[in-house]
Nanobody
């Protein structure tokens, strides 16, 4: 079992930055690839970014590429999503998730564990 807790969300003006953190419980954090998804009001949950077990590979969805970066610290059981130049359309609840590395990085159903989400609101 892996428990995930996100933090770092909040209200920010367009053009601002936020860093989301996701802390995992247990000793097996480095076993899992990690991902971030988001869900805006009235929309389906969508893939944002994923990072490999070692942190050596990342996958970023096109809509945030160049603005969001993903990193992890396995010693701290933590994955980070750095979000820069935020836009109102980035407003959503952001979820951290863990998956077995062999599964698809951008398929929600391939993630086994989820956090409770953290709200990000970007004002114009």
């Amino acid at each position: 079992q892996v428990q995930l807790v996100e933090s770092g969300g909040g209200l920010v003006q367009a053009g601002g930055s936020l860093r989301l953190s996701c802390v995992a419980s247990g000793r097996t954090f480095s076993t899992y690839a990690m991902g971030w998804f988001r869900q805006a009001p009235g929309k389906e949950r969508e893939f944002v970014a994923s990072i490999s077990r070692s942190g050596g590979s990342t996958y970023i969805t096109d809509s945030v590429k160049g603005r969001f970066t993903l990193s992890r610290d396995n010693a701290k059981n933590t994955v980070y999503l750095q979000m820069n130049n935020l836009r109102p359309e980035d407003t959503a609840v952001y979820y951290c998730a863990a998956r077995w590395p062999s599964k698809n990085f951008n398929v929600m159903g391939d993630y086994d564990y989820w956090g409770q989400g953290t709200q990000v609101t970007v004002s114009s």
